[in-house]
């Protein structure tokens, strides 16, 4: 399965990195006759001037101002569902802790979900965190367009309009795709439609209540924004969102295709193609090292289930569908933890632990392909510090496209590159330190103690920080706890990496542009390659290993 699907995300990806690429550029397209009136119209309700250019702060205000206001909204929204309308099956307000942990989460373009989706949230509910999946993506996609414009070979501080950005990744990205995703998934069952409940009689006899709503809308951009969040419990699971083995390789296309295409974006809009090629090299790389052994551990079967003398011939089967099998829930479930996405079609709970801790590692290094837009600012940010430190090895000045990287520079890098680590790991250990201390109070949490017990919550800190959304459902989170302290890491972890980025991309983009000549460090090749992984790498073992330690690869010799 893996060749083809590779295969075929790389024809889609590359046209549409170079569509994206000329969208961002203001050069025209077949598509402007359709979208300039939508475009037009969206301007003049935001009172938006797209010729306005911003500096850096400029579009960092407006990003976080975006995010602000529709913050709000949601809040109103989830917090009075029961008496708002389009509730057909009367499902309840959400508590405040809730509330906050949900909206955080779709904001961030997270979507970790601490609720069941057709028994926690009205249809209006799912409408408004749908509506989030456009923005949280769209934000993404803008704020990584800033940097590529900050990167072009001049001095400048102004770098484009963001809220031009903005809309367009919106209208003539993510939503032609996703009608084209969604229309194909509700011709394959997936259902779309505003009545409640439908009733059937089992084979047994037995009245059975099925759940529908207006899924395949938002399932479409849940996997093309990178999103993750199900409209229903079980996610891509569950055949009402992922009803056959056809619709589960579109999804699973759809979760990289913009991520790659936004480094090809890259190459087009800085007329630099060996360095996109180089790039994608590196996290294609980091992709196959998770993604081949992973399908291959879950094809040998658990060692646990062997020991009791079960034959497994068609894999490891606990926690997957029958439809897809061991090697698609596999692929699937290292597809959507390198990017941010978070959806499953097997319970990531249910593998063998060392495909769990590949799981981990990807959110963990979160730049193997990453989520859209803001996958590339975290790769930007090991690029800094891999020129940094090539630069000291070989006794140049550390050039980054002809702007020189200083002090200022690799501060900003490092202190963004030791966020995720500092949030993953404190957090997991007030957890395990609250846990371990008083158990009886907090036995709710897990219904795995011991090293599974410990990666479950590592895997929740982890998906939170990483803005990915899957969890290991072992773990009791819908309570307060779970619902404040990742909300807490999904805000910092959202919004400060993106801030970092954008902040070194303007800085640079002030600095004199030195063209390169023989001295010049060169980026766009292999050995320069080898070093950006190297020092991801180095940076992902060093900072999380030994809570690996602790545990899936403690979990996987206690199965020995």
């Known amino acids: 399965m893996a060749p083809p699907l590779c295969a075929l ?16 550029l203001g050069d025209p397209t077949r598509a402007d006759r359709l979208f300039n009136p939508l475009d037009k119209l969206f301007f003049r309700l935001g009172g938006i001037k797209p010729e306005k250019e911003m500096n850096w702060k400029q579009h960092l205000v407006a990003l976080l101002t975006i995010n602000l206001v529709w913050f709000l909204f949601s809040m109103l929204i ?25 909206t955080v989460s779709f904001v961030s373009n997270t979507n970790l979900q601490h609720y069941s989706g057709e028994t926690g949230v009205s249809y209006l509910g799912q409408l408004v965190l749908m509506l989030f999946q456009f923005i949280s993506a769209g934000a993404g996609m803008a704020a990584c367009a800033v940097v590529f414009n900050a990167m ?33 998934l509700l011709f394959n069952g997936t259902p779309m439609t505003f009545q409640g409940k439908d009733q059937y ?12 709503g207006p899924a395949a809308a938002m399932i479409s951009i849940k996997q093309l924004g990178t999103n993750g969040g199900g409209f229903f419990g079980a ?16 999804e699973d296309i759809s979760i990289t295709l913009i991520p790659i295409a936004m480094i090809f974006t890259l190459g087009y809009t800085l007329k630099r193609r060996r360095l996109a090629w180089m790039i994608f090299g590196v996290m294609t790389l980091g992709f196959l090292c998770f993604v081949i052994p992973s399908i291959y551990l879950e094809m040998k079967g658990n060692p646990a289930i062997g020991h009791l003398g079960v034959l497994q011939n068609a894999g490891s089967m606990e926690g997957k569908e029958v439809r897809f099998g061991p090697a698609a829930s596999a692929y699937w479930g290292i597809t959507t933890t390198v990017t941010s996405n978070g959806s499953v079609n097997a319970m990531h709970d249910s593998f063998t632990p060392l495909t769990g801790m590949f799981a981990l590692w990807g959110m963990m290094i979160n730049s193997f392909y990453g989520g859209v837009g803001v996958g590339f600012l975290n790769f930007y940010i090991f690029m800094i510090i891999a020129v940094f430190i090539s630069g000291l090895m070989v006794g140049r000045t550390p050039e980054f496209l002809g702007k020189k990287i200083e002090a200022k520079e690799m501060k900003i890098a490092t202190m963004i590159a030791l966020l995720h680590t ?16 008083d158990p009886k109070t907090y036995a709710g949490w897990l219904n795995n103690p011991g090293y599974h017990g410990f990666s479950e919550m590592l895997y929740e800190y982890t998906s939170s ?23 807490l890491v999904m805000v910092l972890s959202r919004f400060l990496p993106i801030i970092g980025p954008i902040a070194i991309a303007g800085i640079l983009a002030k600095k004199k542009y030195i063209p390169e000549s023989a001295g010049t460090l060169k980026t766009d090749t292999g050995t320069f390659g080898i070093m950006i992984y190297a020092v991801i790498i180095i940076v992902a073992a060093l900072s999380f290993f030994p809570a690996l330690t602790l545990g899936p690869i403690a979990e996987f010799f206690s199965l020995k």
């Not at 009689?201 to 529908?212: A, C, F, N, P």
């Open 465 to 487: 920080s990483a803005n990915n959304g899957s969890g290991f459902e072992g773990l009791g989170d819908g309570v307060p706890f779970w619902n404040i302290t990742c909300g």
């Open 9 to 24: 995300v790389m024809l889609l990806a590359i046209p549409l990195g170079k569509y994206i690429g000329k969208i961002y």
């Open 422 to 437: 500092l949030l993953i790991l404190s957090f997991t250990a007030l957890s395990s330190y609250l846990f371990a201390h």
């Open 235 to 250: 996610n891509s699971a569950v055949p009402m969102e992922n009803p056959n083995y056809f619709t589960n390789m579109l």
């Open 201 to 212: 009689i089992s084979l047994q006899g037995d009245t059975m209540h099925v759940s529908r």
């Open 152 to 184: 072009k070979e001049r001095s400048t501080e102004k770098l484009g309009n963001y809220y031009n950005y903005f809309v367009k990744s919106c209208t003539r990205v993510l939503l032609p795709l996703s009608i084209v995703l969604a229309v194909i």
């Open 78 to 102: 989830l917090m009075n569902m029961s008496w708002l309308p389009l509730n057909p099956d009367g499902n309840p307000s959400m508590a405040a802790d809730l509330a906050f942990n949900t």
